[in-house]
């Protein structure tokens, strides 16, 4: 637990000094939401119909965009070398970079999707879905980026294949997150999609740093 | 075969017909080792006789391809853990965090690795204590690798400090003081019975620790044998 904290702790920091990518997650996040409307128009009772979906395609892209780096300057440095060598081992190292990546990513997407639900003109009532869908759902996305990050390490263009790794096990997420949104915007009951939501975030902590901790000692071998 | 008897007790580090495939080309194969307490060993050899594979199959990170590794007449599949808590290991790279000072750097590691988080002495030991708060990325290549040397210096003020010490071309980017404080750290290490793999280009190093070192040359074919 000493080890799992430590851990976290030294990658807020790195990530408050040193990161931008955070904020450019962010502001992607926000960019990226204000380009739809462009796109398909500004129908006041349409756009509370798609914002839910566009939202949570959004914020996943946007988590993406760091998941690259979750690995790479450790494997760079050696770092990951000592680590392994350590006491915390790698599912714990594995679970430390997820719940960094999601307090440093995950977090400020779940502050700033508000925001774009009220762009979206979505009613009073689905703020709540959106907020509850984040909260279960961004966790999901850092741990089994993870998994993608520690199997592309080291690899040519491994945010490419990182894309094309995780955004399948993406879908699920974004279809019951999604789903949370729209049940709240047409009035019907929103539990079940919220319970399968946090049904895969005890999945993946459970399951995602065992298997990113086996991705990691591949790429350590 | 690991075993220890009453009237030779084994002891130390030892390994036997050790062999590593990297890809599909045998880095070497064969290969027994023995290196006592109180001992170092130097490993030599052209670029790609696999010094650097060797100390990474001692070290755990990578899976020998034959033969087995023994710590103090047991081999260490028995106890993974345990063997990982043993060794100390400096690579090629330099693990720090260009944000993080010097002190921070360092820091981390000793309370990741559960030793005595009180680094001044080891700064001190590699004369970089005037960089305590000063980020890693201002650093020379040299003092990168003074504050990466600090580990040991700080694993060693700590009594669960690990035993076994895997040095991998250690004194690279050092000028001719530091590798003395190398040597230095290396012998006190091996003055409390410790036990030092350093692979080497030759230079002051080895004549600093040669009193106390035995040598290995790793063929390119990859075949060697020391005791």
């Known amino acids: ?221 | 075969m690991c075993r220890t008897t009453k009237r030779r007790p084994v002891q130390g580090l030892t390994t036997h017909n050790l062999g590593c495939i990297r890809g599909e080309r045998a880095v070497f194969a064969g290969l027994d080792l023995a290196v006592k307490p109180g001992r170092a060993l130097l490993l030599s050899g052209a670029n790609g006789s696999g010094k650097s594979s060797l100390l990474r199959v001692l070290a755990g990170l990578l899976p020998a391809a034959s033969g087995e590794i023994c710590w103090e007449g047991e081999t260490i599949e028995g106890d993974p853990d345990a063997h990982r808590a043993r060794v100390a290991y400096i690579g090629h790279a330099d693990p720090l965090k260009p944000s993080m000072t010097a002190a921070e750097n360092l820091r981390f590691w000793a309370r990741l690795y559960g030793l005595d988080p009180a680094i001044e002495p080891a700064l001190y030991q590699f004369s970089i204590e005037h960089l305590a708060d000063v980020p890693a990325r201002y650093f020379s290549a040299g003092q990168k690798r003074r504050l990466n040397l600090a580990r040991l210096a700080a694993g060693q003020k700590s009594p669960a400090g690990p035993a076994l010490w895997l040095l991998d071309e250690p004194a690279t980017g050092l000028d001719p003081g530091a590798v003395s404080m190398l040597a230095n750290t290396i012998l006190a290490h091996l003055s409390q019975e410790g036990v030092a793999i350093v692979s080497t280009h030759g230079g002051r190093l080895d004549e600093l620790l040669d009193s106390h070192a035995d040598r290995v040359t790793l063929q390119t074919t990859g075949n060697g044998t020391a005791s």
């Open chain 1, 1 to 221: 637990m000493i080890g799992l904290l430590l851990l976290i702790r030294r990658e807020l920091a790195l990530a408050l000094r040193g990161g931008t990518d955070a904020v450019m997650a962010v502001v992607f996040f926000v960019l990226a939401a204000i380009l739809f409307p462009f796109g398909v128009g500004t129908d006041p009772e349409m756009l509370p119909r798609i914002g839910g979906g566009i939202i949570w395609v959004v914020a996943l892209l946007a988590a993406m965009l760091s998941l690259e780096r979750m690995f790479a300057a450790d494997h760079e440095d050696g770092s990951l070398d000592l680590l392994y060598l350590s006491p915390v081992g790698l599912g714990t190292l594995a679970l430390a970079k997820a719940l960094a990546h999601w307090l440093t990513t995950g977090v400020l997407l779940l502050v700033a999707a508000p925001v774009l639900a009220l762009l979206y003109n979505l009613p009073a009532s689905a703020f709540g879905a959106l907020v509850i869908s984040m909260l279960l759902g961004t966790p999901v996305l850092s741990l089994v980026g993870g998994i993608g990050a520690a199997l592309t390490l080291g690899a040519r263009r491994g945010g490419v294949l990182l894309a094309l790794l995780i955004l399948p096990l993406y879908i699920p997420v974004l279809i019951f997150g999604a789903g949370a949104i729209d049940g709240a915007v047409a009035g019907r009951p929103i539990g079940p999609q919220l319970m399968v939501l946090g049904g895969f975030l005890l999945a993946a902590l459970a399951l995602a740093p065992w298997a990113t901790a086996a991705a990691l000692r591949q790429a350590i071998e």
